[in-house]
């Protein structure tokens, strides 16, 4: 119980108040337009399944400024979203990443699809 | 037939909510392990020996390395258990948006584990390690390889399980 | 002393609802053992659990601080109505308004006229028996009415963003409609379990079926609406899984709504309906195991106790065991069906049910994999928003398209070609408005033009069969519209509507994010914002920050508006109250920040949006409700 009660203290909560602070927000129209698709695609990790540009948590927006200053600095979409994948894993991305893992995913609406085309439509005799 | 695929299902439904139900949605695993130490940068605090990447991978040891804050409260619980620790391996300690004088105070009255202490202002470094919260802390072996990472303060039974890893 | 009284309320609903499960067990040994029929124990069921009900909103009412649940969630500096609603603010007394509506819609269907009596008394038998269970799951997991001792001076406090008006009525209408699917589930299991050879069930659960897909429709409507305006940034959906929880049964409700028509219609997919139920109310009561149980992260999670979940488990795989077995079992029950042309009405129909299905499969789907991937593979994966976007549009738009052809399409079979000629006319006034839609929109991003002309498509299309019933020879009169006809209509505009809201609400958004002056202006769309500082102001148990922005358009002074941040004096908790003017086309939103402390000239942090057509996403749930609302009353008359 006590160990329980350290975890919910170690997580920072969350308000619903903020998002993107004006002074985090790009000059260059088109790059923060970008930096907003990659902030859609990247969960706050501590909060209860927001992305990082609906947050006003630590790691948000110390992710928020880094996805921006990637920005800056030339890197791509695919390169900075690699990069803080490959440091908080397959959980940070709002979609999972094409994999064996996450094909069923992907496939089963489809198999489940066809399944229900094959039971209504089907030849009765 | 049908009745098969039925029970089958169910059963198969019934063990994995129940599993579901064993496990903590929160913690979220490491993805470094077995990986080398991460690039990253510090920078050097007024009162306290000062480390860098390089510093890290000098060691024929394992070593500690603590991601912590003076105003982060879990840290303070878990502090008796890090000096504890403190004894017998190096912990190097890197401080997240934090305070030269505030650490200071705090560990002159509390009790400094650390060998080295780096500040991280803007973050950087901890979204380098995959940190997301405070405290957390990471084993590094002999080879500069991280093997282990706690999530949250180090409690007795952490302070146990990592005391076996270090063996 | 009245909550001693809650539980011993709660005990007589226990004991009376398992005489109703055992008597007819017992009765087989011994015909004089049926002391209370199926219906009055229903009626007594009720009584006993609205006294319950009444004894803890009593309490809340008047703080007695012994019970646990009032000090976790109330306190004395409450507006009297948040006190109230604060009885279902929480898992317990959620649980107990569940089974009070349990047992009230278990008491209507008691005095309905039915005249089949075996349809009656046996779906009461299924009713009680799963109202034993609800409150045999109350009593050991989830009692309200546990005391803390000693007992505590002043209570938490109520969540502030429970304090909301939205809030009074979102979880009684959800409930309503969750818990209605428990009538419609013991009907078809009744049939199912004791082989009621009879057609007039689909009569039966016809009026229970819009009933509660209605409530369910304004339910999720107004929790909708209440996270838009409350939330502070604008979003109406979030692809959370509690959210999810509640969309699933309303896709499979819908896709049995539909199938109930076939089933009256033309005696086809009997077997189906009956299996709907079965997935509906399931899916409802897997929603309320999700919540509750702590296998998943979400903003709406209750506190969570895994005995709780365990239980829930058990009765989750006993609802849908029995219902599954009986329903596998009766496979010759039925008559042989006849084949579904996929050119036909009722082809058309069944196509835009597996597609429902389908989007309720796959929003299921994705909700879980997190779980399963976690057991199986043992990685931790997120699966949100991005996803449910992504497969929206593929399974909504032929949706649609069912939507625009299926009414004009025969029942039994229908020829393509035919069909095409019939519809000539329409079709050009397709092909019209389609371009006329992508001419106003062709600055638009791709997606919303192609929404938007669906959108216009369902729209023309129904517009089109009401001149169905105009007939122009010998002088123009206009005959009398079927109410069937009608609630299809407003209910599919309603889905139109919907889609045009939510596609620019979420699409065509325009942000404005500054640090703005007293006295800047910020233009957005056609208006003009000017910011006029903010002011302290103390409210009944909160103090806010209460900002003032001038609304003008083109020059002229339109409204002012005050969006707030309120800081809570029992609790740490600060909300953002977003102040919004709504227009036809579309919606100002705006939230106050934090005060600019850098620049020390009071300039604060503004956050202004501008939300095309996001009034329509309401009028069309409305729509929606209105279409549900006047079936409803058409299957209960005709009886």
Redesign the interface.
Known sequence: MKFLFLTLLFFYSAEKVKSVEPNEILENKQLEKVAREIGKNLRCLVCQNEDIENSNADIAKDLRLLVRKKLLDGESKKEIIDFVHSRYGDFVLFSPPLRFDTLALWILPLVFFLFLLYLFFRRKN | MKYFFLIFSLLIFTFFFYKGLQKDPTIIPSNLIEKQIPNFKLRKTEFFSFFDKSNLLEHREPIIINFFASWCPPCKVEHPNLMKLSENFKIYGIAKKDNDIKISEWLKESGNPYTAIGLDDDGSASINWGVYGLPETFIVNNQGKIIYKQIGPITKNELKKINNILK | MIAELGIYFLILTLIFSSFGFSQPIFSIFNKKIIFFSQERLSTLIFIFTFLSFFCLTYSFTISDFSLKVVTNNSNTQLPLIYKITGVWGNHEGSILLWLLVMTFFGFLFSIQEINNKEIKTKTLYIQNSLIFLISLFIILTSNPFQRSFPPEIEGSDLNP?LQDPGLIIHPPLLYLGYVGFSIVYSISLAVLLFKINSNDFVKVLKPWVFASWTFLTLGIGLGSWWAYYE???G?FW?W??VENASLLPWLTASALLHTIIISEKRKLLLRWTLLLSIITFTLSLLGT?LVR???????H?FAND?SR??FI?LLL?LV??TG??FY?KS?NFFP?????H?ISKE?AI??N???M??LS??IL??T??P???????N?????????FN??LAPITLPLVIGMIFGPFLKWGNDDLINLVSRLKVLLFIFLFSALLIWYLNYRGPVLSIIFFIFSGLIITSSLFELTNFISLKPKIKFKKVPMKNISQLIAHIGIALLIIGATGTSVLKKEK???QDPNQVIPISKFEVKFMGVKNIEGPNYISEMGEFQIFKNGRFLKSLYPE?RFYNSSD????EAAIYSTIIGDLYIAI??KNLVDKDKSW?T?IWFNPFTIWIWIGILFLSFGGLISLIKSVRKK
């Open positions: 963003l939330l502070g940034w979003g979030f959370d899984p195991f149980s702590g296998v998943l992260i979400s903003v999670a895994p979940g365990l488990l795989l849908v065991g599954l077995f596998v496979e042989k069906r006849n084949q579904i996929l082809g069944s196509l049910n597996i597609f299905l389908t499969f796959t789907l994705g879980i994999y779980l399963f991937s976690s057991i199986i593979f990685t931790k994966i997120s699966v949100g928003a991005p996803f992504s497969i994010i500054q640090f941040k908790q600060v909300t953002t920040g934090d942090t956050r």
